[in-house]
T-cell receptor
Framework: GAVVSQHPSRVICKSGTSVKIECRSL??????MFWYRQFPKQSLMLMAT?????????EQGVEKDKFLINHASLTLSTLTVTSAHPEDSSFYIC???????????FGSGTRLTVV | GQQLNQSPQSMFIQEGEDVSMNCTSS?????WLWYKQDPGEGPVLLIA?????ELTSNGRLTAQFGITRKDSFLNISASIPSDVGIYFC????????????FGAGTRLFVKA
């Protein structure tokens, strides 16, 4: 089945630094990938839709300059949290779909802690 | 915006019991999905529903796409300890792009 690999699984960074999270579709091509954010004991909130070869589409309230998304190839999307602050600490998850009929496959998530 | 109301918020059951959870929405969705999430992991798709009225099973799991396209339920029969986790319903809106909206989740606790 479709596999989505997300890396790193955990990262701790200092305030003011930037962190890059990668999302790869391992055995299929994905023109669209999605980035979610999940706070403890809460649901997944869609942050943005990553489109291969074009600009990402951000959800209302998500700062595009804060959360930079690059979808440079059909198998890789990256989310960069720029100038991270403690309030950016969260669980970030990506998803992609090989075939619309089979639903979306999620990455294993990245736990970001900003200290 | 679109919202999903998922209930119950949490359930504490005995091993072997059946479980039922549901989601409702004020909006129509073209697809209903049910996911399970283990701690520290991404959600895993359990069942996908594409047609109003559709009833689909996956082992001990059964889910239905409501006839109005505004609701769905998930049943788990004969629960086992490994069923513990958070179950999310998700509605997919195909208009203007495939956007998935998630319910708040149902936390299931199974006592052996």
């Amino acid at each position: 089945g479709a596999v989505v690999s997300q890396h790193p699984s955990r990262v701790i960074c200092k305030s003011g630094t930037s962190v890059k999270i990668e999302c790869r579709s391992l055995d299929f091509q994905a023109t669209t990938m999605f980035w979610y954010r999940q706070f403890p004991k809460q649901s997944l909130m869609l942050m943005a839709t990553s489109n291969e070869g074009s600009k990402a589409t951000y959800e209302q309230g998500v700062e595009k300059d804060k959360f930079l998304i690059n979808h440079a190839s059909l198998t890789l999307s990256t989310l960069t949290v720029t100038s991270a602050h403690p309030e950016d600490s969260s669980f970030y998850i990506c998803s992609a779909s090989e075939n619309r009929d089979y639903g979306y496959t999620f990455g294993s998530g990245t736990r970001l802690t900003v200290v | 915006g679109q919202q999903l109301n998922q209930s119950p918020q949490s359930m504490f059951i005995q091993e072997g019991e059946d479980v039922s959870m549901n989601c409702t929405s004020s909006s129509i969705f073209n697809t209903w999905l049910w996911y399970k999430q283990d701690p520290g992991e991404g959600p895993v798709l359990l069942i996908a529903l594409y047609k109003a009225g559709e009833l689909t099973s996956n082992g001990r799991l059964t889910a239905q796409f409501g006839i109005t396209r505004k609701d769905s339920f998930l049943n788990i029969s004969a629960s086992i300890p490994s069923d513990v986790g958070i179950y999310f319903c998700a509605g997919e809106d195909n208009t203007g792009g495939f956007k998935t909206i998630f319910g708040a989740g149902t936390r299931l606790f199974v006592k052996a």
